[in-house]
Each structure stands twice: as structure tokens, then as C-alpha cells.
């Protein structure tokens, strides 16, 4: 099945710790995204990348870390400098270039600070 | 910057009626609009995407109709059933955000049996 992978379901994080989501896609796709949801709003960007080893900041970056090492792989590390990471996070992906990008999302990681 | 707005933010139907959604951008000078579905705590699925030079997409029951002079999309769901009640999201892709997307906060809907 071709698709986008995230885990885990459900994170609970403590206080000043450091914790990663995992996102692995078996799309071929070049682009992936980091978006976060937080109830009543629309998604908000907060990385993307568009090829291997490289990566922006999006719109809500601060607190936040990626890497891209590999295309199939884009893990998000919610940092202690992130004040109020308790939300929903949704990791996507789509081609490089203009016209037909149909971005397709994983099912998401619930992340509660505890 | 793209503003996304969705309204009405919620709406209830009994079952076999047309379901209408908005979506309204500030920003016309976009290559696509696509639209989603959100069942609680779960992720996105892509319904439909038009292209910035299409005027409507069609899927079986759903057509979506794309006009970007007034920044409007709409979502059309005919004859609504129970299994269609989730949160729609619209997200609108600039021209020079390089497939970033700007969503809307979804319209919640319930149809009821």
C-alpha cells in the first residue's frame, strides 16, 4: 500500500524533554511537510522540504526541528523551547513543481505535554 | 500573505439534502485549490484538487467549482448521507509556494438520519 506512515499515534511529553515524531512515505514523492492543528483552527505549516538535505522554515518554526536525510523519511523533533507543544500534528507529501501537487497526509501524532 | 476563510464553520442537514461549502482566498494568483476531509482524530483525505486553470472537478457525488476573479471555491455533496458527516478542509496553493499549502479552519458538518 502506497501511503504516508506516522507514529506514533498518540506522544505524551514532560516537561523540558525532547521528543520525535516519525513520517515515512513510500510515495516517491520529492516534497514533505510538517503541519500542526490545533483545535478550531486550520493547519498551520511548520517545515518543509523539498529535496534530501535540505529544508525551510515554515510559518511556526520556532521550537521545532527536522532532518531530512533520506526521501522516504522526514522525522519532526518538538524541542523544551517549545511552549505549548500539546496538539495535532499531520506530516504530508506531494511532487516538486507546479500544477498537479495533490498533497496526501499521514494520520497524524497527538502530542500531550504531561 | 493567503488569508483561507470557511463559512460557515459548522452546518447540520438531514440526510438526502444538498450539502453547499465555502471557501473564499484573498490571494487569486494560485496554481490549485484542494479539498479534504477530517474524520475525528484522524488525518487528511484529499477529495479533490483543481488545477488553477480548471473551473470545476467532478467525483462522484462531489463537484467542486473553482473561481479565482471573485477567490471563491465551492464544494457541492449531493444527496448527503450519515457517512459524510466530518470536518472539510480547503487549502489554497500560491503560485510561489512551491506546493505549501494555506488551509482554511474547516466547515463541520452533520447530516442526520
Known amino acids: 500500500d502506497g501511503g504516508i506512515t506516522q507514529s506514533p499515534k498518540y506522544l505524551f511529553r514532560k516537561e523540558g524533554q525532547n521528543v520525535t515524531l516519525s513520517c515515512e512515505q513510500n510515495?516517491?514523492?520529492?516534497?514533505m511537510y510538517w503541519y500542526r492543528q490545533d483545535p478550531g483552527q486550520g493547519l498551520r505549516l511548520i517545515y518543509y522540504s523539498q529535496i534530501v538535505n535540505d529544508f525551510q522554515k515554515g510559518d511556526i518554526a520556532e521550537g521545532y526541528s527536522v532532518s531530512r536525510e533520506k526521501k522516504e523519511s522526514f522525522p519532526l523533533t518538538v524541542t523544551s523551547a517549545q511552549k505549548n507543544p500539546t496538539a495535532f500534528y499531520l506530516c504530508?507529501?506531494?511532487?516538486?513543481?507546479?500544477?498537479?501537487?495533490?498533497?496526501?497526509f499521514g494520520q497524524g501524532t497527538r502530542l500531550t505535554v504531561v | 500573505k493567503q488569508e483561507v476563510t470557511q463559512i460557515p464553520a459548522a452546518l447540520s442537514v438531514p440526510e438526502g439534502e444538498n450539502l453547499v461549502l465555502n471557501c473564499s482566498f484573498t490571494d487569486s494568483a494560485i496554481y490549485n485549490l484542494q479539498w479534504f476531509r477530517q474524520d475525528p482524530g484522524k488525518g487528511l483525505t484529499s477529495l479533490l484538487l483543481i488545477q488553477s486553470s480548471q473551473r470545476e472537478q467532478t467525483s462522484g457525488r462531489l463537484n467542486a467549482s473553482l473561481d479565482k476573479s471573485s477567490g471563491r471555491s465551492t464544494l457541492y455533496i449531493a444527496a448527503s448521507q450519515p457517512g459524510d458527516s466530518a470536518t472539510y478542509l480547503c487549502a489554497a496553493q500560491g503560485s510561489d509556494s512551491w506546493g505549501k499549502l494555506q488551509f482554511g479552519a474547516g466547515t463541520q458538518v452533520v447530516v442526520t438520519p
Open positions: 504530508a507529501s506531494s511532487i516538486v513543481g507546479a500544477g498537479n501537487t495533490e498533497a496526501f
Open positions: 510515495l516517491n514523492h520529492d516534497a
